[in-house]
């Protein structure tokens, strides 16, 4: 800057001297136009001096965070309340609106209503778990049961087998003694038969009383002869209708037991194991140790009472809203789309200001920056560069099926340009509201030319009292 200065200095002076003071050589048409060219040149050297070393933009505004209130309801909502006044401070936790609660208290208590049935049903789930484990160990007792009866049942057709063959043997010896029983009366018959012919061919060959003993003995033989009969039909009797009727019955109780005790237990365990297995899914179907079905009730019951919660809207942060458009007998939620309101937040705000990116050449972090805000005419507030923001959307492409086409930008088109946020050193943030625009001054370190640009961003802010005119 000082070298600038002394140069344009010394050049002036030459000019004096040759043509005006010492008239060394006439100021012509030509050394006018060459002398001001020249010149021109030698102003070359402040305006990138001041360019560079204090860039300049009249593209600087507030830049404040905002919220969008938007209801999270369920359901369409009635506003019953506007509990704020628009651009009037509010603090973190103020209530902002108020929603009709009715349907969403009755949502809650039908959760609490269903989370109490479902605690209830586990306890019912435990019951069945142990019924089902008694039904199990009744089958498989019963199992035994039959088994041991199967047993007994095999040992009495065995025992009814062997009465069998006693009785057998019985009707046998019976049916054995009948025919020698029919061969002595035959052998008597015989012999009553010889005496009666020898009696009828001489009476007396043969005596009375030997003919009455041989009568006798036939009758004593018919006697003998039914008895053994009667024997035989009463052994044939035990033999058919208690030996066999016997068997007939041990053999069937026999089969019964043992379909009893053999595929029908089994299966009538299978289904009780079954049963109880499906008892044991449901009563041990847990998530993170709970069971299911009461975490799901547990779920349902958290989200019927964050809705619950959220028919108090509540100020996310330090803020204000400004347009405020709500009022109550508006109806939210689903029906309505989007935000109700702008939260505008207090905290964080800054200045973005754009400039050309080789403005940009020598600025870093942390330093200093004057802004000349429109809404204040004839000041300057002090601040510092924050952060530059290195990029823009002009070098942004969207996924597409389409091949891009580049063509030449218009050059009395703006460049592209980049942001960088200023932050304010004053601590009073509140007098720079949202969207307020002016223009920024950034002091990479150059003195002199800084210098320039103090006095021209202190010219931008007193001209603010007269631009825009009114008329």
């Not at 002595?184 to 012919?197: F, N």
Request: aromatic share 8%; hydrophobic share 45%.
């Amino acid at each position: 800057m000082l070298l600038g200065l002394l140069i344009s200095f010394v050049y002036i002076a030459v000019v004096w001297l040759v043509f005006f003071k010492f008239k060394l050589l006439k100021f012509t048409m030509g050394w006018g136009v060459v002398s001001v060219l020249f010149g021109l040149h030698l102003l070359l050297i402040f305006l990138i001096g001041i360019r560079f070393t204090a860039p300049y933009s009249k593209d600087a505004k507030v830049v404040q965070h905002t919220v969008q209130l938007t209801p999270r309801l369920s359901e369409p909502t009635l506003v019953t309340a506007v509990l704020v006044e628009p651009n009037v401070p509010v603090k973190k936790g103020q209530p902002l609106f108020q929603f009709d609660r009715q349907l969403y208290e009755s949502k809650v208590n039908a959760a609490k209503a269903k989370l109490a049935a479902a605690e209830q049903s586990v306890l019912q789930l435990k019951a069945s778990l142990d019924a089902a484990t008694a039904t199990v160990d009744e089958s498989r007792a019963k199992k035994v049961t039959l088994q041991a009866a199967l047993v007994a049942s095999t040992k009495a057709v065995a025992e009814a087998k062997a009465k069998q063959v006693t009785l057998k043997s019985a009707l046998d010896s019976v049916i054995a003694t009948l025919a020698e029983a029919k061969a002595e009366r035959l052998y008597s018959q015989e012999t009553l038969q010889i005496a009666e012919s020898i009696k009828v061919s001489n009476s007396n060959a043969i005596s009375q009383m030997k003919y009455d003993q041989a009568a006798t003995e036939l009758k004593r033989y018919d006697a003998k002869v039914d008895a053994a009969q009667a024997n035989v039909e009463r052994a044939r009797s035990a033999y058919e209708q208690e030996a066999l009727a016997a068997i007939d019955v041990a053999v069937a109780n026999e089969a019964r037991l043992r379909s009893e005790a053999g595929a029908e237990a089994d299966a009538a365990i299978a289904v009780t194991i079954a049963n109880q297995n499906a008892a044991r899914l449901a009563f041990e179907s847990q998530i993170d140790g709970e069971n299911t079905l009461v975490a799901q009730c547990k779920a349902e019951l958290a989200e019927a009472t964050y809705y619950l919660d959220n028919t108090t809207m509540v100020a996310p942060a330090d803020g204000y809203i400004i347009n405020l458009q709500v009022q109550p007998g508006m109806v939210a939620g689903i029906v309505r789309f989007g935000a109700i309101a702008t939260f505008i937040v207090d905290a964080e705000r800054y200045v973005l200001a754009t400039y050309t990116q080789e403005q940009l050449k020598y600025v870093k972090e942390s330093q200093s920056v004057e802004v000349a805000f429109d809404l204040y005419p004839g000041e300057i507030f002090k601040g510092k560069v924050e952060n530059i923001w290195q990029g823009s959307g002009g070098g942004q492409m969207t996924p597409s099926g389409q091949l891009p086409t580049f063509v030449p930008q218009d050059p009395d088109q703006p460049q592209g340009l980049f942001a960088v946020q200023i932050v304010m050193d004053d601590e009073n943030e509140s007098q720079f509201p949202i969207g307020a625009q002016g223009a920024a001054a950034i002091y990479t370190g150059n003195e002199g030319f800084g210098a320039l640009r103090k006095i021209g961003i202190r010219g931008y802010s007193w001209s603010n009292w007269l631009y825009p005119m009114d008329f």
